[in-house]
């Protein structure tokens, strides 16, 4: 099945449905699926075939919604942008996909550019706003094709849907190739493990870039005709949201940790009614348990977490809602744990011969499955790498136990070694984030010539605790956390630099201190 029929099937038995709403706009699936066709048959006028790739630079709205259903119709390769990239590095994404067309918001006019500097391949530009010359107009296009039928491409299990670009720890980013039989069981696997139970009466709220995981989990809610409402601006405003989970009784969202903790640190969670939400899905990267905590307190029992990397699209672990709880004497409440395989997935703790190791002990997180990817486009290299012995491999470290729940270390790049011994920061960072003072914090190794390496520490204070120093974190550690894997140095900043999505990336955290030269390191 092409996967743009969950559109066509939506649109046939809810045709008056709310779909989208942003702002004071809101859009049926009637309309949204005629749009889509009008795009589908424009483009298909303009010489655009099955297997083209379609580059989007666009911030959530309408058009950038829409846009990944017009592709999977026309069987074309969906290639969507973070719209906070620079312009060279969308101009990489363009080249290295071999993008066709590119549909492109119109304050994006040095992202276009670049993009025609950089790639042999580009024949169309279609702008959403006002277009330049050469350049085509995206409501135009729309206005003069609507009326046409639905007419999705046949295609194959493995023919191409969507170019996945990974964030990446090093070097440039890495086209993850989903197809569309992989991605029809990477929803089915989504709504049976993380929204079970969603109908055409839920609403769905975005607040990530439509490019990647939040795109994912729109897929889901198309499929079962729930709405999704966009923020009506790309800049996060915690009581903006909460106003919006009250107005439109928002029952589920996909977000980050780092989301989550700013969303139920604001006040406005306790100024609006909240009491629709029954999933808040959480990704990326594993929460803190003390923010965990504080989110269970303020939200109810509505968290699941979900573990997997954009090359399995999640699909590696799950933690339900019924596996969280904020007592931590309740045998329910898993601390730590990323949860239990996904359905359909197996999942294995490896050594470096691809032998399990046994429980408990650590290892490389490893799965395989129907939701793995076909494998990196242009990169056969990385792509052989990432699937050595028949499994995709994670880069993660982490360890099982009897029961068969995942527990996440940290990032193969994450651990150092200490006087000899292997430390793993995210164990340590637990510990500090239950100090009151601790906002945030992230722990990296640099190298030491005494010691091999250590471990340094940057650190966010909360608001009232601008008095705490090294001291007082070493004492809290005392006790709570073999000292061999203290950090040697505690930096403190004002605030901590994340992703476009959210996440903290301790790549550019490293870069920084070597920046301000607060460590003298050479960048790896």
């Not at 992989?182 to 079970?196: E, G, K, R, S, T």
Request: contains cysteine; glycine residues 10%.
């Amino acid at each position: 099945m092409n996967l743009g029929r969950l559109l066509t099937h939506t649109a046939r038995l809810y045709p008056q449905h709310p779909a989208l709403i942003q702002g004071e706009k809101t859009w049926t699936w009637a309309e949204i699926n005629a749009r889509v066709n009008a795009m589908v048959s424009a483009l298909r006028a303009l010489g655009v075939h099955k297997g083209d790739r379609i580059l989007l630079q666009s911030r959530n709205n309408l058009q950038t919604f829409e846009n990944s259903w017009t592709a999977f119709k026309l069987g074309c390769v969906w290639v969507p942008t973070n719209f906070r990239l620079t312009p060279p590095e969308v101009a990489y994404l363009g080249a290295s996909s071999g993008a066709k067309v590119m549909i492109v918001e119109d304050c994006f006019h040095a992202h276009t550019d670049a993009v025609k500097d950089a790639s042999d391949s580009l024949q169309h530009i279609v702008v959403i706003g006002q277009p330049r010359a050469n350049e085509r107009s995206y409501e135009a296009l729309i206005a003069e094709h609507l009326g046409a039928i639905d007419a999705e491409e046949t295609v194959s299990y493995d023919d191409p849907l969507w170019f996945f670009y990974t964030s990446g720890t090093t070097g440039k980013p890495k086209a993850g190739i989903l197809t569309h039989g992989q991605m029809a069981f990477v929803v089915n696997n989504h709504l049976a493990d993380l929204i079970p139970g969603t109908t055409e009466q839920d609403c769905s709220i975005a607040v990530a870039p439509l490019s990647h995981g939040a795109g994912i989990h729109a897929l889901l809610n198309v499929a079962r005709g729930a709405a999704t409402v966009l923020m009506p601006s790309e800049k996060l405003d915690p009581a903006v949201f909460w106003q919006a989970v009250e107005r439109y009784r928002v029952t589920n969202m996909f977000t980050v940790p780092t989301i989550i903790k700013m969303l139920v640190e604001h006040p406005a969670v306790d100024q609006y009614d909240h009491s629709s939400l029954r999933y808040v899905i959480y990704a990326g990267a594993p929460m803190y348990r003390a923010d965990q905590k504080l989110a269970l307190h303020k939200l109810g029992k509505v968290l699941v977490q979900y573990f997997g990397l954009g090359e399995v699209t999640g699909n590696i672990t799950v933690l339900p809602r019924e596996m969280h709880s904020a007592d931590d004497t309740d045998p329910n409440a898993n601390i730590g744990s990323c949860g239990r395989p996904r359905v359909g997935m197996e999942v294995a703790v490896l050594n470096d011969k691809l032998e399990p190791v046994p429980v408990g002990e650590i290892g490389e997180i490893c799965c395989r499955g129907p939701a793995v990817f076909a494998g990196y486009h242009g990169n056969p290299e990385a792509t052989a790498k990432a699937l050595r012995g028949g499994w995709f491999h994670t880069g993660d470290l982490g360890r099982m136990d009897e029961r068969g729940l995942l527990y996440i270390t940290g990032r193969e790049s994450d651990m150092y070694i200490s006087g000899g011994s292997n430390v793993y920061p995210r164990e340590v960072e637990e510990v500090l984030l239950t100090h009151p003072g601790v906002a945030e914090i992230a722990i990296l190794g640099v190298p030491d010539e005494k010691w091999g390496e250590i471990g340094v520490a940057v650190v966010v204070r909360r608001d009232g605790y601008s008095a705490l120093e090294t001291a007082e974190l070493l004492g809290h550690l005392e006790g709570r956390c073999a000292k061999y894997r203290w950090p040697r140095q505690f930096i403190f900043w004002d605030t901590m630099p994340k992703s476009g999505y959210g996440k903290i990336v301790k790549k550019d955290i490293k870069a920084l201190l070597i920046e301000r030269g607060e460590i003298a390191i050479t960048q790896t």
